[in-house]
């Protein structure tokens, strides 16, 4: 039997998936039209037996399974050869082999998912498998130096034979977050921080920022100082043997320092082979610095995905995303035959809403479409919203941040006043506001602006404060010589338009039309694929979430015209059947 024929009929096998066990070959043995669908003679159809002997000449020979590891590698050349592409993505996992099912299990053991079998290593781009390492069930995602030395490889591939400069992403779980992964990282930012052309890439930019967020960099010093304290503070032990200790501990780590190797040299002309093929995976054990995972990232700008540096992490209730936030205002007219949209954007996903109202309040003036009121949730309505919009003569309708929308704790007596429960006035001319009295009739002492914080301070007498039956539930703090309310004009509106929803039915009512934009939201997200950006920057993601705006316009208009065509032919149907 020749070679190809053993192939067709394992591909075959494996093609047809039905039953996963070898024995199943004597079944395909008795299938005429099998021989003759692979294009064999009937009689060389395999047995269970022949393929076992085939497989069994691949076994404990290291060699073979290098040399078919080394074809994948090069298929995976020859297709970034093909394809040209721009940024290469490699992601790693481990898949487990259930064999639960088998008879005879030797070298099974029990994986993360409480299965018999096996748990190998694979690297894909693609979804085309470009290496793989095939390990026992029991062996951790991250186990040994698989994942690094096998990096190295495809990295300096790619490198030498593909092109030296071109983007590449490693993609992998948080099971593969380990300290000898970033230490292999540390590595290549040492060699390459002062590269006269590396430095300057913007993906080596990317990885030194990544690396200095999520990690710290230690001297060995500062571990021997947290071994020794460690060790002092250890009472289980007596004096004599922690000064043994100590002074084993310092003996070892100097013996360790001296067997520090040098910071890699970016002049050196072998700085890439050493650090990304070096086939011994001895030089990779330096131990020159500890890298250690952060519990918690540090920065102004945490990048939170290297595939767009623009995307923010960011939770809503139970929705957790990595991206940005979209705000898309409509027209809410009930008179209105055709509603549309007046106004798309997209903002970073930390982006807070009530700031981006003054924005797109802004937009609809300059293009002449401010509206007379909006509707709008609670993220866009606070007191200060409030103000700046009647200056614009829009009115906000709406709850305002920052309040309890719970009407059972609102009716309650001891519910905590604010400063809408105080008597005040506000100047139909300067629009400053005046505190008349306090909830129990008190007038105030005096009322001063604040030159630094520019809030409004108003005293009152701090023995009438301190033998008030509402002192628990009053805003007013109590002190020595005076008892002061501080507020603006802000809080001030903020905390009467909540008293508005909270006591007035009507006005509640009016707010529910506000709902009706989660429709709109589902129209976008739904039936023109905006929920997923399909860009690696914020400007491209902008656009498409204009372009999926204006479809939708476009799209309502045309169902609009098409309901009109026939509610006209209809109508002029019904006129001619009349007369």
């Not at 269970?48 to 497989?55: E, G, L, N, W």
């Not at 096998?150 to 990295?155: G, Q």
């Not at 909006?374 to 103000?387: E, P, R, S, V, Y």
């Not at 429960?421 to 139909?428: K, N, S």
Request: aromatic share 8%; charged share 30%.
């Amino acid at each position: 039997m020749q070679p190809l024929e053993f192939y067709k009929q394992i591909m075959a096998y494996f093609f047809d998936g039905s039953c996963m066990h070898i024995s199943y070959f004597d079944t395909l043995k008795n299938m005429p039209a099998l021989a003759s669908f692979l294009g064999i003679p009937e009689e060389n159809l395999a047995s269970s037996h022949q393929i076992k002997r085939y497989f069994k000449k691949f076994l404990n020979k290291i060699y073979i399974q290098r040399k078919f590891r080394f074809i994948l590698r090069q298929l995976f050349i020859w297709r970034l050869k093909q394809e040209q592409p721009s940024i290469i993505e490699i992601g790693v996992d481990t898949m487990v082999l259930d064999n639960n099912g088998a008879l005879k299990r030797e070298g099974c053991k029990p994986t993360y998912k409480n299965k018999l079998g096996f748990q190998p290593l694979q690297f894909t781009w693609n979804h085309i498998m470009i290496d793989a390492i095939f390990r026992e069930g029991d062996k951790h995602s991250n186990h040994g130096k698989d994942v690094v030395n096998s990096l190295r490889r495809i990295v300096n591939l790619i490198r030498t034979e593909y092109k030296i400069d071109v983007p590449i992403i490693v993609k992998m779980d948080s099971g593969f977050f380990a300290d000898e992964n970033f230490s292999y990282m540390f590595m290549l930012i040492e060699a390459f921080s002062n590269h006269k052309q590396i430095q300057h890439y913007e993906t080596f930019k990317i990885m030194q920022a990544v690396f200095e967020q999520q990690c710290s960099v230690k001297s060995p010093t500062d571990k021997v100082d947290n071994s020794e304290k460690a060790e002092e503070d250890n009472s289980n032990l007596s004096s004599k043997k922690k000064k043994k200790s100590v002074k084993k501990s310092k003996n070892k780590n100097k013996k360790k320092n001296g067997q520090i190797d040098q910071p890699i040299s970016p002049e050196n002309e072998n700085n890439l082979n050493t650090i990304l093929s070096d086939k011994s995976g001895k030089s990779n054990d330096r131990k020159r610095s500890i890298v250690e995972l952060r519990e918690k990232p540090v920065g102004d700008k945490i990048i939170s995905s290297p595939h767009n540096t623009d995307a923010e992490y960011t939770k809503k209730r139970k929705q957790k995303i990595v991206g940005h936030k979209g705000f898309i205002s409509e027209t809410c007219n009930p008179n209105n035959k055709v509603q549309f949209i007046t106004d798309v954007n997209l903002e970073k996903a930390s982006f807070s809403d009530s700031e981006e109202l003054e924005n797109i309040t802004d937009r609809l003036q300059k293009n002449e479409l401010a509206p007379e009121s909006f509707n709008l949730d609670a993220g866009f309505i606070n007191g200060k919203t409030i103000l700046s919009s009647a200056e614009k003569d829009i009115n906000l309708i709406g709850p305002t941040a920052g309040h309890s929308q719970d009407s059972g704790k609102y009716d309650k007596d001891d519910h905590p006043y604010d400063i809408s429960d105080f008597t005040v006035e506000i100047d139909d001319e300067t629009k400053e506001l005046t505190v008349i009295s306090c909830p129990e009739g008190q007038f105030p002492q005096d009322q001063i602006r604040s030159e630094t914080t520019d809030k409004i301070l108003v005293h009152f007498s701090p023995e009438c404060c301190d033998n008030c039956p509402s002192k628990g539930k009053c805003p007013v703090k109590i002190g020595k010589t005076v008892s002061t309310l501080t507020t603006d004009e802000a809080q001030y509106a903020g905390a009467k338009r909540h008293k508005i929803f909270m006591e007035d039915e009507e006005y509640r009512k009016s707010c529910a039309i506000r709902s009706g934009a989660e429709s709109l939201v589902h129209e976008i997200t739904a039936g023109h694929d905006c929920r997923k950006s399909r860009h690696r920057s914020e400007e491209g993601s902008r656009l498409q979430l204009i372009f999926g705006a204006i479809a939708c316009n476009v799209k309502r208009f045309l169902h609009y015209m098409a309901n009109s065509a026939q509610n006209r032919l209809c109508s002029q149907k019904l006129i001619i059947e009349i007369g």
